[in-house]
């Protein structure tokens, strides 16, 4: 976030405008942004602008060119439909517990790995395999793991004495939101960890010894000095595991589709199934609208309050 | 002295712990694939593989379509990663170097484009392909990747260019050189890491993509292996060994890449990331 606040040296102005500035002319930055502006005007903001529209209309998949105007209609009814409100809960708890769990998980292990070991850069290489492997892959390799009956998580339960009843992981209404949510969190770690393995490089070494030789303990060491510098690396992936969170879809849509009876449903599933299955674009698009004004609000909150601790801080 | 041998076993098999929870599904998968079908629906877990069942990747590739999957993902991929990284680069220079109008608001809508779901955006973008007939075909897929990776490639270049010392560029303007020679003469060159981490991250996100290929490719051949893979999820008809054969051959290529070229990668997403 950072990068808005920076400023920028100003660009020197040719002295005579006549001639050629050795910068080209003021248009030059627009020709070298324009191709990619144009790309990014008609693949993302054109489809957005059209989403938005859909949302205040009645359309069917079947006929989807012809909208009826409904005004806030389809927001009123979805707000009022309790099922929605057990997807808004569901997804809190889903991006919730991505957050905690990716960020936790990727604290512990950064720190596992700050100290020097033979094989160091090994196990920092081999962690981002999960990170590494496509999302399909890993939905398809963990259903098969989760696998009533032939799959290695059930069979190691069963052994251990702590076997699901029924046997089935992703069917159960309990225990299949916290299946995806160990998946997701099992890609997640590496990113989040790597992230801030880097950040507790930069930690000063003769401070925490300082802090070591003046007796603090490792806790009080850990908050008063590691835990200051890698704190704004935390944010930010606090901030980018709550987006990313908010729109990930295949993961959950190939393990449960949402189900069992909307225990894994969160705001895309919903969304895309209302699309898709029930053929209901508009709806579907007000559903995707209540997501992507979260996370709107999400960064534009998170900005702000990076703004109001770097002022703090001064 | 005891006390600290001690923390530092602890340490060490916690690090493993860990090590052998990053890879095990992988492992699981080659596992799964080399295990014959007695073995597999037995009574107890085989926890090895079987190498005498290696025929099963052989097969996979020679039977089925998966080599035709494969090949499409390829092209998708490769294609995906010119244009990502041919338009971020000049779109990250130019936020880097170039003061001008609608700079801060470009570089918000870089951020934003991050929060739009793919699942939501592919209902437009249907209709849109439709239009322009560009439905059921991969440079559809390639156009449609390149715009949601485009955003973090150029942000992950304009911290790189952001890193070079103006100085370095003005001796070749001195020389009489044009912005668009400056950049590629001196700016690409040295900024060649980022740009591999730029084309590793787009070509994965192509590789890997799903929502819009599963909608807008109707003709079984032109499939990606990322919807070939998919469809097996749930289906009866394929043996599991296959499934996990194919799909490991699909997963090899990224984790080997990112193994590979981790340095740079981590290098380039910490640096798009912190800064972005």
């Known amino acids: 976030m950072t990068v808005l606040e920076q400023t920028k040296a100003p660009v020197p102005r040719p002295a005579n405008r006549r001639r050629p500035s050795p910068l080209g002319s003021k248009w030059t930055p627009y020709l070298f942004l324009a191709p990619a502006a144009l790309f990014i005007l008609v693949f993302q903001a054109v489809p957005l602008a059209q989403e938005i529209y859909l949302s205040f209309t009645r359309t069917t998949l079947l006929n989807p060119t012809r909208s009826t105007w409904v005004g806030f209609d389809n927001y009123v009814r979805i707000f009022s439909d309790e099922t929605f409100h057990k997807t808004l809960l569901t997804t809190f708890i889903y991006v919730v517990a991505c957050v905690v769990g990716a960020v936790g998980s990727g604290l512990v292990i950064a720190l596992l790995l700050n100290s020097g070991f033979r094989g160091r850069g090994v196990a920092r290489a081999l962690i981002t395999v999960p990170w590494a492997a496509p999302g399909i892959a890993v939905a398809l390799i963990a259903t098969w793991m989760l696998n009533s009956q032939y799959g290695i998580v059930n069979r190691f339960l069963n052994a251990i004495g702590l076997g699901v009843p029924g046997g089935s992981i992703l069917d159960s209404p309990r225990y299949a939101l916290p299946a995806i949510l160990v998946t997701t969190i099992w890609q997640l770690f590496p990113f989040t960890s790597v992230v801030l393995l880097s950040a507790l490089q930069a930690v000063p070494q003769d401070l925490t010894e300082a802090a070591k030789v003046d007796g603090a303990g490792r806790w009080w060491t850990f908050r008063a000095v590691t835990w200051q510098v890698i704190k704004p690396a935390v944010g930010l992936l606090a901030l980018l595991m709550t987006i990313w969170s908010l729109r990930r879809f295949e993961l959950i849509w190939l393990m449960t589709k949402g189900g069992p009876v909307g225990a894994t449903e969160t705001l895309v599933i919903d969304l895309y199934s209302q699309a898709f299955d029930s053929k209901e674009l508009g709806r579907a698009a007000a559903i995707g609208m209540v997501g992507v004004i979260i996370s709107f609000i999400v960064i534009t909150g998170s900005r702000l309050v990076a703004r109001a601790a770097e002022k703090g801080d001064v | ?276």
């Not at chain 2, 990322?226 to 996990?244: K, R």
């Open chain 2, 1 to 276: 002295m005891r006390g600290l041998r001690i923390g530092l076993t602890a340490r060490i098999l916690a690090v493993l712990v860990v090590l052998g929870l990053a890879v095990f599904p992988l492992y699981w998968m080659v596992v799964t694939a080399l295990t014959s079908n007695a073995d597999l629906f037995g009574e107890d877990a085989q926890l090895l593989p079987d190498f005498s069942e290696f025929g099963v990747f052989v097969d996979a590739l020679a039977e089925g379509k998966a080599g035709g999957w494969l090949l499409n993902s390829l092209l998708i991929a490769v294609g995906t990663t010119i244009l990502s990284v041919g338009l971020g680069i000049p779109l990250g220079y130019a936020l880097s170097r170039f003061s001008f109008r609608g700079k801060a608001v470009m570089t918000l809508v870089l951020l934003f484009t991050q929060m739009l779901p793919e699942a939501l955006m592919v209902v437009p973008l249907f209709s849109l392909f439709r239009r322009f007939e560009l439905l059921d075909s991969l440079i559809g897929l390639v156009l449609v990747n390149s715009a949601f990776v485009l955003p973090i490639v150029a942000l992950i270049l304009k911290g790189a260019i952001d890193g070079i010392p103006r100085e370095l560029e003005e001796a070749a303007r001195v020389d009489g050189a044009r912005p668009f020679k400056v950049l590629t003469r001196v700016n690409v060159p040295l900024i060649a890491p980022s740009i591999a981490a730029t084309a590793v991250i787009a070509f994965f996100h192509a590789w890997n993509e799903y929502v819009f290929a599963v909608t807008f490719i109707f003709t079984p051949s032109k499939q990606p292996a990322s919807v070939g893979i998919a469809n097996f999820i749930g289906e009866l008809g394929t043996p599991i060994q296959t499934i996990m054969a194919v799909a490991f051959m699909f997963t090899l290529p990224a984790v080997a890449f990112y193994l590979f070229a981790q340095k740079y990668v981590v290098a380039g997403m910490t640096a798009g990331a912190v800064k972005g």
